[in-house]
């Protein structure tokens, strides 16, 4: 199956722990794939390394039709088509939010800054956050702060999304707004790898369930057959703890 991002026999070590023992995984256009698995299975791992924000040991990345793990690959310029948030927001604390979410445009694009913030405008009232452009992502709730940094992941246009537990750290009222924003995101057509514990979420709104169990690939399919009519005895063993 070709798709916009595949990767095939990822490995990845820290020392001599194997977090990641030969992961393949592919993404084709507008898909949505939830990431499920125990903490600690190597799903940010995997997120971090199909990002190129962690080096891989071996295997291979394609990004359409580049490339993405040659090492003569430069970094910045691919990382630059992907989108990515995390569970901890990583807003810079010292830019406002229109600054959050225009400086990747202005810097890594080099749009005009009254482009870019024509744009930003566009996205944070997309995100529902209009009013608060000029504030300090701390005087933001948690979701709120996560609604700027997808608006900031989202506003350079990115080929693929990259979310790894962006609703862990949140309040549980919070967690709704947030998975609201990705639904719609969802459903305008991004591409969307997304690490996550809401397996509601995962059975409405993912195309696919991937179940990482200990850096491997144990079970994939539509959420209806993973979630529902799991075949591995290790998928069984970890869905229970959500019932
Ligand atoms: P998950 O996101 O599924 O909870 P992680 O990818 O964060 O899993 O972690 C998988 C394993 O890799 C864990 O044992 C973790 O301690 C280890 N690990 C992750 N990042 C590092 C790192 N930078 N250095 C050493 N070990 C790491
Ligand atoms: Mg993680």
Redesign the pocket.
Known sequence: MSGILTATGIR?S??D?D??KGVDVTLGAHEVVALI????????????CLGLL?PIDDGQIFLGDEDISDPRVDGNRVRARLGAVFQSFNLFPHLSVLDNVTLASRVVHRMPRRDAEARAAELLARVGLADKAKDHPDRLSGGQQQRVAIARAIATDPEVLLL??ITSALDPELVGEVLELVRDLASEGATILM?THEMAFARDVADRVVF?DA?TIVEQGPPSSVLRHPQEARTRAFLARFT
């Open positions: 990845k820290f020392g722990r977090v990641l698995g125990a903490s600690g299975s190597g799903k940010s791992t995997l997120l971090r962690e790894d537990e690490a990482l850096g």
